[in-house]
């Protein structure tokens, strides 16, 4: 029997044996006077106040030394304890950097190359940098906050709380309701996107296997690696027209069409899957099933890399004159880049709760900066290459879409698994988000993330 142990964690200050009654024909000392009287102490610090109030918490200083600690049974046997078994401080560096890095990534990966286009290359380079640097400075900031309080236990405070320590109970307050909206709205979107992700890939499969073409009558190049542009080079949206060719009957697809409903039924598919992630209580599952996303941005990565060495590089450098193919340097629209990345970075609300986990909590800022450098490189590399690989001429480059996805055809394979990654992605980051939520709304109202 191995149970864990951490001082930091408020839920570990337990009464550390049981009291030898009820054994009959037993005499001998099961535990020592010292440690018996130990365990009144912590007894007597626990009834001080509700178990909802973590103000008299038995400080660090009543325990003994975590290799002094034992779990005495009424049958005579003492278990070492090696660790809090409540789920906490399980997860490695790596998990833990690899958690926050999928975490950030969201479907903000698809807008960085519109957010060049709209603020232009070079500017939007350096925008991705400096936004980078200033919120991974802000989070360093959350990060630490615990520790800049003094004569007081923060080992268990979420950031809310440390606005109450400065702002009092308006400051708490706030703080929540702003994270709780922001977590519920991530939430929001990723189901939409989820539905919408599960929804083409549905339809792809089933155009596919009743061999059903499909074309997309929009402006595009040609050739086997073809790229389309389902806008106007003005901004005014075309009508993005699809011929359907099959060869089977009509009453099966139309079957088809009323049970894979983008709107009315493929947003409830999707409750069969989430709701009993949802439900789940460790937080070491969550970050190991969320690191499996990962798997997504890679491959991201490889469509990039493979696209953009089929296509070549299509770049011409004017700094603030616009032709008919080409965008310059720097734009007056670099705002909407600011706005994307500073959803791409954002994840100060939870970051405190993502670092509780981590096994080596001296590591946090380091295994934070590490996360912060790779969802930098990785926005860098697929925004630079994905609008610099962009054909143009034919096309010009205001034709990226919003989700850089959407500038392949509808019948492209890569592109198709592509969003079926992000599809498994999201499920991954899904049941994070809902833990997070979860664990914050409930610590504040109840004083435990589990009342």
């Given amino acids: 029997m191995n149970i864990q142990f951490n001082p930091e964690d408020f839920k570990c200050k337990r009464p550390f044996h049981v009291e030898p009654t009820n054994i ?17 102490r912590i007894h007597y610090y626990s009834r001080l106040t509700s178990p909802a109030d973590r103000a008299l918490i038995a400080p660090d200083h009543v325990l003994p030394a975590p290799d002094e600690i034992y ?16 789920g906490y401080g399980k997860n490695s560096s790596i998990v833990t950097i690899f958690m926050i890095w999928n975490t950030m990534m969201g479907t903000s990966i698809l807008s960085i190359p519109w957010g060049i286009k709209q603020a232009g290359f070079t500017s939007g380079i350096i925008l991705i940098l400096l936004m980078g640097i200033l919120t991974l400075y802000c989070c360093y900031r959350v990060v630490t906050s615990r520790k800049m309080i003094p004569l007081i236990d923060t080992s268990n405070w979420e950031f809310p709380d440390v606005c109450k320590y400065y702002f009092g109970s308006f400051g708490q307050w706030s703080s929540l309701l702003f994270s709780m909206v922001s977590l519920f709205g991530a939430m929001v979107v990723y189901w939409v996107l989820m539905s919408n992700f599960l929804f083409n890939t549905g339809k792809f499969i089933y155009n596919f296997v009743h061999d059903i073409n499909v074309t997309d009558i929009v402006p595009g190049t040609n050739g086997s690696n073809k790229v389309i542009c389902p806008s106007a080079a003005s901004g005014h949206p075309l009508q993005n027209m699809v011929v359907m060719f099959s060869s089977g009957n009509n009453t099966g697809f139309e079957l088809f069409e009323e049970w894979w409903n983008k709107s009315r039924t493929v947003p409830f598919y999707l409750i069969a899957v ?5 439900n789940l209580k460790s937080p070491s599952f969550f970050a190991k099933f969320n690191v499996l996303g990962t798997v997504s941005v890679v491959y991201l990565v490889f469509l990039v890399t493979v696209k953009a060495a089929h296509l070549g590089i299509h770049l011409e450098y004017n700094l603030f004159t616009e032709n008919d193919f080409f965008v310059p340097e720097f734009r007056l629209l670099f705002p909407q880049l600011t706005g994307v990345l500073t959803l791409a970075f954002f994840i100060h609300n939870s970051v405190i709760t993502l670092l509780q986990n981590n096994r080596n909590q001296e590591n946090n800022v380091r295994d934070l900066s590490i996360a912060y450098f790779l969802v930098g490189v ?51 980051v899904y049941p994070l988000l809902g833990y997070l939520a979860r664990v914050q709304f409930l610590r504040h109202f109840f004083g435990n993330a589990y009342p």
Avoid: H, W
């Avoid at 989430?274 to 949802?278: A, D, K, Q, R």
């Avoid at 034919?394 to 592509?418: G, R, T, V, W, Y």
């Fill in 24 to 40: 009959v024909s037993v005499n001998d000392e099961r535990v020592t006077d010292k440690a018996s009287a130990m365990n009144k």
């Fill in 71 to 86: 779990v005495y049974s009424p049958l005579g046997t003492a278990f070492k304890v090696g660790g809090c078994t409540d």
């Fill in 274 to 278: 989430l709701l009993p992630l949802l």
């Fill in 378 to 428: 990785t926005y860098l590399y697929i925004g630079v290459i994905i609008f610099a690989s962009f054909p143009s001429p034919p096309l010009s480059k205001e034709c990226i879409e919003q989700n850089f996805l959407d500038n392949f055809p509808s019948d492209d394979i890569m592109s198709f698994i592509a969003r079926v990654f992000l599809l498994f992605q999201m499920m991954t």
